[in-house]
């Protein structure tokens, strides 16, 4: 049997497929293992590549898989879809997947380590919290409207709605009891939160590049503590490649020598995007204040002919690459260091 040169790894929760080719990317051997046969399997062989596709619990397998001895690349799922051959299977993903892996322009997603997913858990779950805490609160307007009451939007204001229900003597007692248990969720919740924040803090303030991030207009510790986790600026040639990463970049339908521009592509880490369009927003409505310093040329001339979320956009693909400046540099942001925005 010829030498095995390359893997490709289809995973799933108990059930792992596996192709592998040889050097002129021959079909040498396909096989499908438990989870329990996995590691004992790839520890007979000798080392190779071995490619799996960069979705759940695939940097737990990358981390073991490589001190095995193998060399590990974790393909973007995306990337691997269009080697996919008709009629979807387990047996054509994984030779999908090692087919991706093979190809010379191909990018890889760095594998994590234990720590950089304890510390990118704590974001995660603080954001699954505040979804939480919003559908419990639509979960208030919603019942309450049934009963005529009704207030401003804003989770400031669930608090008043709350008390608008507990005076009004017109809503029945098991309603009362029901909106009762909603404050409860939301009182805990909003508790458990302000513990994650205080944490997220702590360690905005112990991480060096976090702080430097933190001093970009529009970016808080949560969106600067996020870059700081997520990103990985060596993998970026530049900040240009970045904001694409993020999905801030508009996608492309160009053909025939006509370039044609539409929405952006939304690809990338989502929560972070989000992060940054927020903070966009929110600075520009501060340098829509009369007097505001923050309030650049360069933003005043595009919302004078743009309409205010297209340039929160733009704004968040700025502060994007301003981001991977200061993260490759090593430097703080100056409203006056030209240089450093003009290397994103």
Known sequence: MSEITRIGVDTSKAV????????????????????????PSLRKLPPTVVAM??????????????VLGHTVRLVPPQYVKPYVKRGK?????????CEAAGRPGMHFVPTKTVQQQA???????????????????????????????????GAAKVEELLSAIEQNTDIPPVARE??????????????RL???????????KANPVSQRLATIPGVGPITALTLA????????????HLAAWAGLTPLEHSTGGKQRIGKISRAGNERLRALLVA???????????????????????????????????ALANKMARVAWALMTSGETYRRDATTVVARA
């Open 119 to 153: 510390d990118g858990m704590v974001l995660k779950v603080r954001d699954t919290m505040v979804c939480q805490r919003t559908a419990l609160i639509n979960t208030v307007r919603g019942h309450a409207a049934e009963f005529g009451l009704v207030v401003a939007k």
């Open 229 to 240: 986790i997520e990103v990985d600026p060596a993998q970026f040639e530049s900040g240009r």
């Open 279 to 313: 903070g966009a927003t929110s600075l520009i409505q501060a340098a829509s204040k009369p007097g505001s310093r923050q309030m650049t040329e360069w933003l005043r001339a595009l919302l004078a002919r743009r309409p205010r979320k297209l340039v929160a956009v």
């Open 53 to 66: 596709e960069a979705c759940g619990s695939s940097h737990y397998w990358a981390r073991e898989i490589a």
């Open 16 to 39: 792992f497929t596996l192709h592998g080719v040889d050097a002129k990317d021959r079909p040498v051997r396909r096989m499908t293992l438990r989870r329990g046969q996995m590691i």
């Open 178 to 191: 029901m909106f009762e248990l909603l404050r409860q969720q939301i009182t805990d919740i909003n508790a």
């Open 89 to 97: 299977n387990d047996r054509n993903d994984a030779e999908a997947i």
């Open 194 to 204: 302000a513990a994650l924040d205080a944490r997220l803090h702590a360690a905005h």
